[in-house]
């Protein structure tokens, strides 16, 4: 969605907004931002952040004191990140020009299919739907493993046509090398199989890499006994570019693959 003004009048908008209601600010941010990019992924981060607030305010786990912290917090990242919006940020980069179409009497060969290799490590990537951008822009990051075929990645909300979901990432997730665990809020939820499938990966002694999106309280998961990536007990929120921590987490994956 295009700003519905110039970013310098909405900018003073929104610094408002993220004091009085900073859940309706930040999904106003990520309806005009471009899906995918930087700014798209530190905004839903801090949204998924808010949102689980507010759930362990309903749930009565937070004192007073730890949740007015944690709101401030927030708050305070939010007005950093505006701060450091400029209008460009909320531009569709333009597609490159399409390649010339190739003269139909000129001979070509017919390519050659590419055979499964199953020597190939695959990764099962599993997560909540709502952080599908956020898997979407590490996928970005992983395109020269995957195009080299260093690596075969499969996403659990990616199934193919007609397949039934949760049984196709099942039988992914039997055969794969190494599980990806999309760490947010979202992926905590009784209404969705995705935790559950990932706790049945670690009874069955599966190799599980939790991916840790942001913050959050995972100790007595048996996740928080795992090796996480990014490295050095960091989040990809934490990052003041997260195209920084993507690449760390690519380049772990490709340290994997290379076994």
Request: charged share 25%; with cysteine.
């Amino acid at each position: 969605m295009p700003l519905p003004g110039p970013w310098s009048d909405l900018k003073r908008e929104m610094r408002m907004k993220i004091i009085e209601n900073p859940a309706e600010a930040l999904k106003s941010l990520l309806d005009w931002l471009p899906i995918g990019s930087g700014k798209s992924d530190s905004t839903g981060i801090l949204l998924g952040e808010w949102n689980d607030i507010k759930k362990q305010e309903l749930r009565g786990t937070l004192s007073n004191d730890e949740l007015q912290r944690a709101n401030n917090r927030i708050r305070a990242a939010a007005l950093d990140l505006i701060d450091g919006m400029r209008e460009e940020d909320f531009t569709v980069p333009e597609k490159p020009a399409p390649a010339p179409k190739p003269d139909p009497m000129a001979p070509s060969a017919m390519p050659a299919e590419a055979p499964a290799n199953p020597g190939i490590p695959k990764f099962v990537v599993v997560y909540d739907a709502i952080d599908q951008q956020l898997c979407d822009r590490l996928n970005n990051h992983l395109f020269v493993l995957r195009s080299t075929k260093k690596i075969q990645m499969y996403f659990v909300h990616k199934a193919p046509a007609g397949a039934d979901m949760v049984a196709w990432a099942q039988q992914e997730i039997a055969t794969a090398a190494y599980i990806l665990a999309i760490i947010t809020p979202n992926l905590f939820n009784d209404e969705t199989p995705w935790f559950g499938m990932i706790m049945q990966a670690l009874a069955d002694g599966r190799r599980v890499i939790p991916i840790r999106m942001q913050k959050m309280d995972i100790d007595g998961t048996g996740l928080e006994k795992l090796r996480a990536l990014p490295s050095q007990n960091l989040t990809v929120a934490d990052y003041g570019n997260t195209d920084a921590a993507y690449a760390e987490i690519a380049k772990e994956i490709a340290r994997l693959a290379a076994g």
